[in-house]
Each structure stands twice: as structure tokens, then as C-alpha cells.
Antibody, heavy 118, light 106 residues
Framework: QVQLVESGGGVIQPGRSLRLSCAAS????????MHWVRQAPGKGLEWVAV????????YHADSVKGRFTISRDNSRATLFLQMNGLTPEDTALYFC???????????WGQGTLVTVSS | DIQMTQSPSSLSASVGDRVTITCRAS??????LSWYQQKLGKAPKRLIY???SLQSGVPSRFSGSGSGTEFTLTISSLQPEDFATYYC?????????FGQGTRLEI
């Protein structure tokens, strides 16, 4: 069965960096584009970034552009989100999600919580 | 960016009720819309894709309709497990954008 397990979250000071990981299993990871979506405490869902199956094409939301970078290692079936210059507004539960085709997000992980606070 | 306006933001209903949630897109998105259900602290679960296609394993009381700029999610007869928050997602253009959510409560 498809499984996505995020890790790497925690409490971090403003301005610092953090790298999130999403370990995939149960499907051929290298065949699928992947997304990050976040949810601030008590708020709605916000799309963050997408990366094509081969890592060749990526898009980031304006709110994170220039600070966050999505990447992947297909040999390890793992998706990453490198987050630099974190601010309190980045505090959220970060989900990874599989793109079954044309931005259709079918399976989601359970999320990893990032708290940016001094 | 495409704005998704979802209504209502909250809805009180009872078991057995029929409820409808609406999403309006700021520009035409064909049928590039999905509906998700989220329970507290859990990952979103896809219910509907391509505006009207039912995700495998989702009960048939859930249905979606619409195309272009106006979309609806209907639950024909509410069950206790349906009380949750619902979101629409447009997948037509980047950035992907979600509606603000509809909290469905008793």
C-alpha cells in the first residue's frame, strides 16, 4: 500500500534552516510528481511546491519562493523540502502528497510539524 | 493566481441531512477540481476528482458537480463520520489553490 512518511520537523528559531523529508513506499516513486502542502495551526491548506517525477521541473508558491527548495532522490524514494530563512509565518504542519497525474493529489502523508519561534 | 471562494465557511447539520458546499473559481478551470475531507489532526482525504469522479472507496452519498467556475460537493444523507472540514482544490494552474474550507458540524 502507498505510504508517505514525513520527518524533520521541530522547533527552530527565526532565520534558521530546516530540511524536511518524505519517505515513500508501496509505489514506484520515480514515476510520480510530488507536492508539499502546509497547514498553519487552525488554518486552511496552502500549497507549497511541486516537483516533476525526474526532478527536472519545479514550481514554488510565491510565499516561499527564494527561501524553500523542493528536491528528490529517486534512488532513495525520498522527497525533500529545504527551508531557509524561516519566519514565524512558516509555522505549520507540512504534508507531502503524491501526484497521480496532472496535479491530482491522491495520497498524503500524516505531516510533520514545524514551529518557528524564538 | 486563481482564487477559490468556498461557501459556507461553516455549516450546522444533522445526521440524515442533505448538504451542499460550493466553490467558485475566479477564472475558468475546466473540471480541474478536487474535494477533500479533513478530520482534526489528520491528512486530507480525497473524495472527488475531476469535479465529479468519486474516489475509489468513498461512499456514494458523496457527489460532485460543476465545470468552469462553479462547483458543488453534495452529501446526500449525512452520517456521523462525515462531520469534518471540507476543502476544494483547483489544479488547473500553478500555484494550486484551495478554498478556505467548510467546517461541517452538528
Amino acid at each position: 500500500q502507498v505510504q508517505l512518511v514525513e520527518s524533520g520537523g521541530g522547533v527552530i528559531q527565526p532565520g534558521r534552516s530546516l530540511r524536511l523529508s518524505c519517505a515513500a513506499s508501496g509505489f514506484s516513486f520515480s514515476d510520480y510528481a510530488m507536492h508539499w502542502v502546509r497547514q498553519a495551526p487552525g488554518k486552511g491548506l496552502e500549497w507549497v511546491a511541486v516537483l516533476s517525477y525526474d526532478g527536472g521541473t519545479k514550481y514554488h508558491a510565491d510565499s516561499v519562493k527564494g527561501r524553500f527548495t523542493i528536491s528528490r532522490d529517486n534512488s532513495r524514494a525520498t522527497l525533500f523540502l529545504q527551508m531557509n530563512g524561516l519566519t514565524p509565518e512558516d509555522t505549520a504542519l507540512y504534508f507531502c502528497a503524491r501526484d497521480v497525474a496532472a496535479n491530482h493529489l491522491d495520497y498524503w502523508g500524516q505531516g510533520t510539524l514545524v514551529t518557528v519561534s524564538s | 493566481d486563481i482564487q477559490m471562494t468556498q461557501s459556507p465557511s461553516s455549516l450546522s447539520a444533522s445526521v440524515g441531512d442533505r448538504v451542499t458546499i460550493t466553490c467558485r473559481a475566479s477564472q475558468g478551470i475546466r473540471n480541474d477540481l478536487s474535494w477533500y475531507q479533513q478530520k482534526l489532526g489528520k491528512a486530507p482525504k480525497r473524495l472527488i476528482y475531476a469535479a465529479s469522479s468519486l474516489q475509489s472507496g468513498v461512499p456514494s452519498r458523496f457527489s460532485g458537480s460543476g465545470s468552469g467556475t462553479e462547483f458543488t460537493l453534495t452529501i446526500s444523507s449525512l452520517q456521523p463520520e462525515d462531520f469534518a472540514t471540507y476543502y476544494c482544490l483547483q489544479q488547473n494552474l500553478y500555484p494550486l489553490t484551495f478554498g478556505q474550507g467548510t467546517r461541517l458540524e452538528i
